[in-house]
């Protein structure tokens, strides 16, 4: 629930430079420029001025058809799977000396065997939740149900709904408890209560998901088929409840903090100190509730659904989050239907990619630092801090420069603007998770060991200063965010490679790529939801009124124009849902052609490759997007990812930037061509 921007698709949960074609990379060192762009990559007989996205990277998604195990496969994924293929190389390489017991090295290659010993895996079966389940069926009451329902969340989703430590909203320099909606194993509350064949058709799927999974845990077919019908039940009855999802991205909306002492008359009756002593927050004396409604209809619904049925909702839980560290019946029951049927791949990965993502989200840190010693050069931390100085200047002099902002609201941009906190590659200091055991029993016991060491980590947040050092991703992540309550950005060491980032490219190319995605993550902490918190990270009006409507106005442009898109056959885009990214990817591209533009490059007109440097440009942003993906997944991601599809990221917001059209002599004449009254300009 933390409110992180990120920069990547939501599928994926990647470093920078202003070279030019020759450049110091230290006093005594040159580097020369070597091919960047791939010209191959483009497809140059689609005409830029109807569809750009087809011109730049056509002959990418010509070269790379879907491969079976993916729903959507593009360059980002490429360089996913690169690294994947590198943490790889460093399991194998430790498992080739004995470690000791308690060493990074023990715990990586421990879990990458138990993940990859598949005649272990299927021999175990359902053992190893057999015990938490029957935990769970020996329940005979509702506070029996509440306190399992604060305990098993530790290791599995969130049932009935959320609970995370992080900084309050409105004091971000200490963290509070925050409670808000959730439950749904589908993910959105769309998919419970949208009357279209799909919807329907996926209710139906994931009702057979459960009945196979429960038969798979030891039910009989009658109960499995009964516990099924009980969990779709109190799902969908927490789906109607729940904030449509354009709802939960304003954030004034979503904060109500309260004493603890209130709750029993400002939401509902409750035994809320027992289910907060199981959750592990024992004596908590205030919190913010997110969304009041839906935690209202959460609570009722606990203390008013049959034990047995409550039962059979938690056991699912457990169920759903062990599945993929089970045997291959329930891992690939679970693709059937959350890879096949919701996203459309064709074959699950390949044991040792699922294996190492495991490993990534267990033991992220002790991955990264290992990561980060092999494959991330110091001089790319130091060029990248150069661009996002550029950057920065770049953005400064664009807020300056705003004909609709005023000088007072303009002076608080710039406060803000000058006091982000920028991380680049990986942390100054790292994490001591020596307390975490990773042993050879089984595989899920290691996710609940790893789990609950994360949780209680979450946990002794609570009360306490916020860590501003504190990374929110690991270094070997291909993905940025920008977080509001810190105001800081973050570029792992994972993303710093091509696409995004070339060591001896020419500027068009690096401003294009890298030099977007720094200018997108900067431009977050202005958008729809990052304005309306301050240089300190609190939520707070610092806009004049009048500024406020101009920026809503303009902002509105942008929604209106991604909402009339057609994705699939009569599926619209949703602009409001993916505003803030929309107005970021507009902001980025427009903050860091205008740094561009300050190079010897970008002064120049002279060619390469038979393009000008302010066509190469946004020939590189066009292919971070490069990729192809199946009309299952176009669906699904237009449901639930805040970000504009790949295509759009490219077709849509193009025409809303000026320096586009000169840079290709796009017209009226061509289709992605729009009236400058209808383009959006913020930032």
């Not at 606990?302 to 049925?309: E, G, M």
Request: charged share 25%; glycine share 6%.
């Amino acid at each position: 629930m933390n409110r992180l921007y990120y920069y990547l698709p939501v599928a994926i949960l990647a470093a920078a430079t202003t070279v030019g074609c020759k450049q110091k990379a230290n006093a005594e060192e040159e580097v020369l420029m070597v091919e960047s762009l791939k010209i191959e990559n483009l497809d140059t007989t689609a005409n830029p001025g109807s569809n750009f996205y087809r011109f730049a990277t056509g002959g990418w998604s010509d070269a790379n058809p879907i491969p079976d195990e993916y729903s959507r496969y593009g360059s980002f994924d490429q360089l996913r799977e690169n690294n994947q293929k590198q943490i790889k190389d460093l399991i194998i390489e430790l498992g080739k000396t004995e470690n000791k017991q308690g060493s990074t090295a023990q715990k990586i290659g421990d879990l990458y065997k138990l993940g990859m010993d598949s005649v272990k895996l299927n021999t175990d079966g359902a053992a190893p939740i057999l015990e938490q389940l029957a935990t769970i069926n020996a329940a005979s009451t509702v506070e029996d149900i509440i306190s399992l329902s604060g305990k098993i969340r530790h290791y599995t989703s969130a049932p009935f709904f959320g609970f995370y430590v992080g900084a309050d909203d409105m004091n971000s320099s200490m963290n509070i408890a925050h409670i808000y909606q959730s439950g749904l194993g589908l993910g959105e509350r769309e998919y419970y209560l949208a009357t279209d064949a799909t919807s329907k058709s996926l209710r139906e799927g994931y009702i057979k998901l459960m009945e196979t999974q429960f038969k798979h845990a030891g039910y009989t077919e009658a109960d499995a088929k009964a516990a099924a019908t009980a969990v779709m039940k109190i799902e969908t009855a927490l789906a109607k409840s729940h904030f449509e999802k354009e709802k939960t991205r304003i954030p004034e909306l979503n904060y109500h903090k309260m004493q603890v002492s209130s709750l029993n008359d400002s939401i509902a009756k409750f035994k809320w100190d027992e289910f907060f002593a199981a959750v592990g927050a024992k004596d908590l004396k205030e919190l913010n509730v997110s969304q009041k409604e839906p935690i209202i209809a959460a609570v009722k619904l606990i203390q008013s659904t049959p034990v047995k049925d409550s039962k059979a909702y938690l056991s699912w839980c457990l169920i759903n989050a062990a599945s993929k560290y089970l045997g291959d019946e329930f891992v690939n029951a679970n693709f059937e239907f959350y890879g096949k049927e919701m996203s459309g791949s064709k074959v699950i990965q390949p044991r040792w990619k699922r294996t190492v993502n495991t490993i990534n989200d267990a033991l992220g840190e002790e991955v990264g630092q290992l990561y980060v010693e092999k494959y991330f050069p110091p001089k790319a931390k130091e060029r990248m801090l150069d661009l996002v100085k550029n950057l920065k200047e770049s953005l400064s002099e664009r807020i300056n420069n705003l004909e609709w902002m005023s000088k007072e609201t303009k002076a608080k941009a710039q406060e803000k603007l000058g006091t982000f906190i920028v991380k680049i590659g990986y942390p100054d200091k790292w994490r001591d998770v020596s307390a975490l055991d990773i042993k050879d029993d089984n595989y899920w016991a290691n996710i609940v060991r790893a789990s609950n060491f994360e949780f209680d980590f979450m946990l002794n947040k609570l009360g306490k200063p916020v860590d501003r050092s504190e990374w929110l991703m690991s270094p070997q992540t291909v993905n940025a965010y920008y977080n509001p309550t810190t105001n800081e950005i973050c570029f792992p060491a994972g993303i710093l490679q091509p696409p995004f980032f070339y060591m001896d490219a020419d500027d068009a190319v690096n401003y294009g790529a890298i030099g977007v995605v720094i200018g997108h993550e900067m431009t977050h902490g202005f958008d729809d939801q990052g304005r309306k918190y301050d240089k300190n990270g609190n939520m707070t009006d610092w806009w004049t009124a009048d500024d406020a409507k101009k920026f809503e106005e303009r902002a509105k442009v942008l929604a209106d124009h991604f909402s009339n898109i057609v994705v699939l056959d009569d599926l619209h885009a949703n602009g409001q849902f993916t505003l803030g990214e929309n107005i970021a990817d507009q902001g980025g591209l427009q903050v860091s052609y205008y740094a561009f533009m300050k190079t010897k490059q970008g002064q120049s007109s002279e060619k390469i490759d038979g393009f000008t440097p302010q066509q190469r440009f946004f020939l590189a942003y066009a292919n971070l997007w490069a990729g192809n993906i199946r009309d299952a997944e176009i669906r699904r991601l237009t449901k639930i990812d805040p970000h504009a599809l790949g295509k759009w990221r490219v077709d849509g917001a193009l025409p809303h930037v000026e320096a586009w059209y000169k840079a290709f002599n796009i017209t009226e004449k061509d289709s992605l061509y729009l009236p400058i009254e209808k383009r959006s300009s913020i930032w």
